[in-house]
């Protein structure tokens, strides 16, 4: 039998790694109002939400990963992927291993131990799924494989690497809630190296932010969870992490890393309309439907108090140091 870091859907492939060095460049893009957009899943109703959102600012938009996955209906592939490429982005692991001949690695995901083998399966065979879709699309195919795994955005003079999963690989779970709650001495090392102020990711399906003395800088991780689902109890809207030079009034929590501000914004789609759309795609039964159905419907059992960490602040409570454990 495969050790647990080569089977589908828990390993990390080496073409997925990259050094934190890599972020010391000049950065790729200026913006004063940036929108890092990661796990939009394949939801259109979450994208026209985004998009509206964000004409009406003028923000540039960063597509960081898998902005594919329930997508399995030739023209929902077609149509995510047109929009989404007209905009800068990302390959997260699903763009790769779409992009790709299926090398073993399974939907790509590295999922770590926490996740069970039965939502790993799940998650390989959408991927299956999905990559048959893909095929009919050959030119899409290789725009995705094509994108780069990482980019570095300045705001206001802040520097943030955006990135998939996390600073050394494209499926990394570093950046992840469940990794951060007693994060190794190891990850504020990495975080020293990569000479940015924040981090944007994706990829773990949850949200957190939280801020880390590293010795040269104070550093900002930023994960908003999942665009095109919810991610807290009960609640109905994806989230994206809005990184700009003035306040959002509508942020969930947020902090301020020099002259940038960075905050988790809802992304208030048509939920009714998406959960109609995601059952004619994947009736009861179906591998997502087993795997993601409940969350779309009703949330995550995880809250926003346990997203908004450390630093992170509510509105309007910059500079008193609430203690979000009370809040939400
Ligand atoms: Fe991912």
Not at 71 to 87: C, T, Y
Not at 108 to 127: M, Q, R
Not at 265 to 290: I, K, M, N, Q, T
């Amino acid at each position: 039998m495969a050790r647990f870091a080569e089977r589908p859907g828990r390993s990390c492939p080496r073409h997925y790694r990259y050094s934190p060095e890599v972020f010391a460049r000049a950065p790729d893009l200026k913006a004063e109002s940036l929108y890092v957009v990661g796990g939009l899943y394949g939801n259109p109703h979450a994208l026209e939400a985004l998009l509206s959102r964000s004409s009406e600012e003028n923000a540039t938009l960063v597509f960081n990963g898998d902005f594919n996955w329930f997508n399995v209906d030739a023209g929902g592939f077609s149509a995510m992927n047109e929009k989404v490429l007209k905009h800068l982005a990302l390959r997260g692991n699903v763009e790769t291993e779409i992009a790709g001949e299926d090398s073993g690695a399974g939907c790509g995901c590295g999922y770590p131990e926490w996740v069970g083998d039965a939502e790993v399966e799940c998650s390989n065979e959408i991927l299956r799924r999905l990559r048959e879709t893909a095929c009919g699309f050959p030119l899409l195919r290789a725009r995705l494989g094509a994108l780069p795994m990482h980019l570095v955005a300045e705001v206001g003079g802040t520097r943030i690497g955006i990135v998939h999963g996390d600073a050394e690989s494209l499926s990394g779970w570093q950046f992840s809630q469940e990794f951060l709650r007693d994060p190794p001495a190891r990850l504020l090392r990495l975080l020293d190296s990569a000479a940015v102020d924040v981090f944007a990711s994706s990829h773990t399906c949850l949200p957190v932010m939280q801020a880390f003395e590293t010795g040269r800088a104070r550093v900002l991780l930023a994960n908003n969870g999942a665009a095109g689902m919810p991610n807290f109890a009960g609640e109905k809207f994806g989230l994206v992490t809005r990184i700009a030079t003035c306040p959002s009034p509508d942020a969930l929590y947020g902090d301020r890393i020099g002259a940038a501000w960075v905050e988790a914004v809802p992304l208030r789609y048509d939920h009714y309309a998406w959960v109609e759309h995601f059952d004619r795609a994947w009736p009861a039964g179906s591998p997502a439907s087993l795997s993601y159905r409940n969350r779309i419907v009703c949330g995550p059992a995880y809250r926003l108090r346990q997203a908004a960490r450390s630093s992170a602040r509510l509105p309007g409570t910059e500079g008193r140091g609430q203690d979000l454990s009370e809040a939400a």
